[in-house]
C-alpha cells in the first residue's frame, strides 16, 4: 500500500492548524463560487497552484497528483464554450481549478489521522442530536483520502500491463478492471472494519 497524500514540510500550510486549512478552503470556495471577474479568478488559480507549489512537492508529482482531475475540470470548461461562451468557459476554468489546486495542497499539507480527528470533532455536536455519526464520517473521508494514491497507482499498473502486451490504452479498457478491482478492496476493507468492530462503537 502507497502512503498518503501529505508530505513532510515546513511551509505555512504546514504550520497552520487543520481546522484553520478547512475554514481557509471552505471560504475560499464560496467566494470564488461566488465571484464572475476573470481578473479575480485568473491570480486566484495562479495563487492556488504557487501555494500548492510552495509545500514543497516537485512540479512532476504536482502534476501527477492534480492532471485527472484537471482534465475533467477542462471538459467541464469545453463544454461550457460550445454551449455558452468562451467567457463562461474561462470563468469555470479558473474557478475549478483554483478550488482542486488548493484542496490539493491542503491534503499535501495535512495527515490522514489529523483530518480524520478535525472532522470527528466538528462533526460531534450533530451527533448528539442524531443527525450523523461523527466517527463514521471521519473514517468514511479518511479512507477516501487514503486510498485515491492507491487508486492513481493501480490505474499506472493497469495501463502498463496493457502496453506490455502490446494493447492500445483506452479509456474504457482501463476503468473497467480498474473499477473492478477498487470494489473488491472495498469489500475488503468493509469486511476489515466490521471484524474489528468499528462501526459498534
Not at 470533532?121 to 442530536?129: D, H, K
Request: hydrophobic residues 55%.
Amino acid at each position: 500500500m502507497l502512503n498518503g497524500l501529505d508530505i513532510e514540510g515546513n511551509s505555512p500550510l504546514h504550520r497552520l492548524p487543520v481546522r484553520g486549512k478547512l475554514i481557509l478552503l471552505f471560504t475560499t470556495a464560496i467566494l470564488l463560487l461566488l465571484i464572475s471577474d476573470l481578473r479575480i479568478l485568473a491570480p486566484a488559480m495562479a495563487l492556488a497552484a504557487l501555494l500548492y507549489l510552495s509545500t514543497g512537492i516537485g512540479l512532476g508529482e504536482a502534476f501527477r497528483r492534480t492532471r485527472f482531475v484537471l482534465f475533467t475540470v477542462l471538459l467541464v470548461a469545453l463544454a461550457n464554450y460550445l454551449f455558452h461562451s468562451l467567457h463562461e468557459a474561462l470563468v469555470v476554468f479558473c474557478r475549478l481549478s483554483a478550488l482542486v489546486l488548493l484542496a490539493a495542497a491542503v491534503t499535501a499539507t495535512t495527515g490522514i489521522s489529523a483530518f480524520m480527528d478535525e472532522i470527528t470533532r466538528l462533526i460531534t455536536p450533530l451527533e448528539r442530536f442524531g443527525f450523523v455519526r461523527a466517527a463514521d464520517v471521519s473514517l468514511a473521508v479518511g479512507l477516501v483520502i487514503r486510498f485515491v494514491p492507491e487508486i492513481f497507482a493501480r490505474y499506472g499498473e493497469i495501463a502498463d500491463a496493457h502496453r506490455a502486451r502490446g494493447l492500445r490504452v483506452r479509456p474504457l479498457t482501463v476503468l473497467v478492471p480498474l473499477i473492478i478491482l477498487t470494489l473488491k478492496d472495498a469489500d475488503t476493507i468493509a469486511m476489515a472494519i466490521d471484524a474489528r468492530g468499528f462501526r459498534r462503537h
